[in-house]
């Protein structure tokens, strides 16, 4: 009975959600990667449930007298160059930094405005100038606490929000006056805090690193800065280096990393980091533990590769990848928003690639491409992802294909693949290609002792690690199966070969290698006779 | 004494890496089919070694079989290897005449060849952890084949051992000139059959317009 109702709960759900795809289908193609690093179409993990421009969010109402929201009359009803989305877990709200605008904005998960902060009080500089990141969290006594990279400024600042249009200064974050800090200018644009109250300022073309302070506002250092890559040009240059004169190299270019563009903080204090640079394959995408260092490592031996590999669809885009946002969900699920394709990536804990969507929007124009995606955000089963040229919010939904997977993926991080088998199964039900569901469902198998069902799977996925082990086993229970007459076998071949060299000796037969000669012979023979037959 | 039939003097060389060849020359043996149906084999190793390597150990991109680099890495290869061989000694007062080298090269690839099969069938039967001995195998093959193609280079041609390594040398960049000219031709070629061609389009154009 239970059964039927949530066969006849998944029918009614399949067919709403193939109503709605039919109306609204996604611009873009979806696709995952297989074993081999080739694109391959999938389902829609996530489609656009709706685009949120400045009239939608409500922004005419700061520039109507009547709205508990006035701020004057000729205020910008649209937003303007917005770099950053913000959501703040515990009360539900969504931020935005409308850069060009000057102001920051807060609404509530339906997009109903709550708020727009335009000066602090209590500072000196009052107004924000050109804002581009931002950071909340709501701290132990129930207040609001904004943390604002208030770019043009030259400053990171944290305020107390006391209402709707009204702030209060908590502490500034100025340009260390230290000697590690070598840059002229100082124009943060990003900015985060963790538990203990530090806060981290990513500073344009400073590459050493997000600067650290304490809450306090004073410098502490530089956090998590990129290695160099190793270019070709590095290594020449590397080798140039030990020739050159010392006029020479002072006239050199000294190689540098580049710094990193992006970060987001996740619950247990770990930092992801993305590198804007186009290509960067070193460092593209960093997990960084609270001491600094990269867990996702690759010249420790681990393979960890983000964004696209081929270029399967769309060929006419650059064939360029620009990591420009990361954020992290529930479950350790996290989103890499690519600037140049226009594409977010959703990834596992593990960082196994879960989806891609999202498009450019050259040439199709539509719902679901962005002109100059700056920022991707979280929230349950959705994704924000906000546009600065064509400034507006669009909001991604999970699709049913994309909950089952999610299910199950949580499932499989936590090794649970008995549990997560009927979800995966449905999943391939829904994508045959789906190359994850036939990893997950071989572990399954092997877990169950199904060997061979084992080893079918991994040889679809093409996961030739996996398909080791399960022929290790597969190998070692026919071995026990089999062992009397595998070892009976080997007696009677030995015997024989024996029996054949005591023969030999004695001249009763002939070795082996006179009946291949002598055959060998007569194949030789019979291509001989031929050409003579056609001469007669 | 040595009176072996094809395949008994097929055998007498691989296990005799130091007179084999010597006794083959001096018995003017030696089969020409032999050495053409042995370059069939390599060919057909190269494919085996592609299509039927045990799944874990197979490192080719499997979706797409495409026959033209294999026959390249066999035929073209061995052909190249012959012809350049006979070009270096000619030269360098080599007495090998072509039909023998493409001979004695033919057989002294044999352990190479065997290396390829044998190590493809265990690696059906072995897991990634005891790649040791796929690898040891083929690696014994092709390290034997290295010896008998010395010593069989040295006997064709008549040469001290010095010589027979610069020669092999002179051999190997001799055919990567043979190759560079022939990829050259090709693609000269192409050009010529896109000018004819677009020539053809031309004037076809012009009869019916």
């Not at chain 2, 610069?166 to 000139?177: E, R």
Request: with cysteine; aromatic share 14%; charged share 20%.
């Amino acid at each position: 009975m239970l059964k039927r109702l949530i066969g006849i709960a998944t029918a009614v759900a399949t067919i709403s959600s193939m109503a709605v795809t039919a109306f609204a289908d996604e611009p873009y193609e979806t696709y995952s990667y297989d074993n081999w690093q080739d694109p391959i179409p999938s389902q829609a993990g996530y489609m656009v449930e709706k685009t949120w421009t400045g009239h939608d969010l409500g922004l005419d109402e700061l520039s109507n007298p009547e709205s508990e929201f006035f701020i004057s009359n000729n205020e910008n009803p649209n937003l303007n160059g917005a770099c950053d989305i913000y959501v703040e877990d515990t009360t539900r709200t969504i931020w935005i930094a409308d850069t060009e605008n000057h102001r920051i904005l807060s609404f509530n998960e339906n997009f109903e405005l709550k708020g727009c902060y335009k000066s602090i009080d209590g500072a000196g500089v009052k107004n924000f100038n050109a804002p581009k990141g931002l950071f909340v969290e709501v701290n132990a006594e129930g207040d609001t606490i904004l943390y604002v990279a208030d770019t043009e400024n030259s400053r990171g600042v944290r305020l107390k929000i006391t209402g709707p249009l009204t702030c209060e200064l908590q502490q500034e974050f100025l340009k260390p006056d230290s000697q590690a800090y070598s840059a002229e200018a100082f124009t943060p644009s990003k900015v985060s805090a963790d538990k203990e109250g530090n806060v981290y300022l990513i500073a344009t073309s400073v590459n050493t690193g997000a600067l650290r302070y304490d809450k306090n506002g004073e410098f502490k250092g530089f956090f998590g800065a990129n290695r160099v890559e190793q270019t070709a040009e590095v290594i020449a240059r590397k080798v140039w280096r030990i020739f050159a004169s010392e006029e020479q190299l002072e006239a050199m270019v000294s190689t540098v990393p580049t710094e990193f563009h992006n970060f987001d903080m996740d619950q247990d204090g770990f930092i992801f980091t993305v590198t804007e640079s186009a290509n960067a394959s070193t460092d593209a995408v960093k997990k960084l533990n609270p001491a600094g260092v990269n867990i996702w490592n690759n010249a420790k031996g681990n393979t960890y590769q983000f964004g696209d590999f081929a270029w399967g669809y769309d060929e006419s885009v650059a064939k360029s990848t620009k990591l420009t946002d990361v954020v992290v969900g529930e479950n350790e699920v996290f989103n890499l928003l690519d600037y140049e394709t226009g594409r977010v990536f959703q990834y596992d804990k593990n960082a196994d690639l879960l989806f891609v969507f999202g498009t450019r929007s050259t040439p199709s124009e539509q719902e679901g491409s962005f002109t100059a995606p700056n920022a991707v955000e979280t929230l349950g089963d959705k994704i924000y992802v906000i546009d600065g040229i064509k400034n507006d919010v669009t909001v991604f939904v999970e699709t049913v294909f994309g909950k089952y997977v999610h299910a199950a993926s949580i499932l499989n991080v936590e090794g649970k693949y008995t549990e997560a088998k009927p979800i995966w199964e449905e999943v391939i039900r829904r994508d045959g290609g789906y190359t994850m569901a036939h990893i997950a469902l071989g572990k399954a198998a092997l877990n169950a002792g199904e060997y061979k069902l084992a080893m079918e799977y991994f040889e679809t996925a093409y996961d030739q690690e996996n398909y080791d082990k399960a022929y290790e086993y597969y190998r070692d229970e026919f071995l026990r199966a089999n062992f009397e007459i595998i070892v009976i076998g080997l007696f009677v071949l030995i015997v024989l070969i024996l029996v054949y060299g005591k023969l030999k000796k004695k001249k009763i037969i002939a070795p082996i290698s006179a009946y291949i000669a002598v055959g060998f012979m007569k194949i030789k023979e019979s291509l001989k006779k031929k050409p003579k037959k056609e001469e007669e | 004494m040595y009176e072996f039939t094809t395949l008994g003097w097929l055998k007498h060389v691989i296990f005799h890496p130091i007179e084999g060849f010597e006794d083959l020359r001096w018995k003017k043996k030696g089969s020409l089919g032999l050495s053409f149906f042995i370059v069939f084999l390599l060919f057909v190793a190269m494919v085996v070694d592609r299509q039927l390597k045990g799944f874990a150990f197979n490192t080719a991109y499997v979706k797409v079989f495409n026959v033209v680099p294999l026959i390249v890495q066999s035929f073209v290869y061995f052909f190249v290897w012959v012809i350049g061989n006979w070009a270096v000694c000619t030269l360098f007062d080599g007495e090998g005449t072509l039909k023998k080298i493409c001979i004695y090269s033919a057989y002294a690839i044999v352990p190479y060849i065997f290396g390829v099969y044998l190590s493809t069938f265990i690696s059906n039967f072995l897991v990634l952890d005891e790649a040791i001995w796929v690898n040891f195998i083929s690696y014994l093959g092709l390290g034997w084949s290295v010896v008998l193609m010395i010593q069989a280079m040295k006997a064709v041609h008549q040469y001290s051992f010095t010589k027979t390594l610069v020669s092999i040398g002179g051999t190997l960049i001799a055919m990567l000139l043979i190759l560079f000219l022939a990829v050259l031709l090709l693609s000269l070629f192409q050009q010529v059959y896109v000018f004819i061609y677009s020539l053809y389009t031309e004037i076809a154009y012009r009869i019916r317009g």
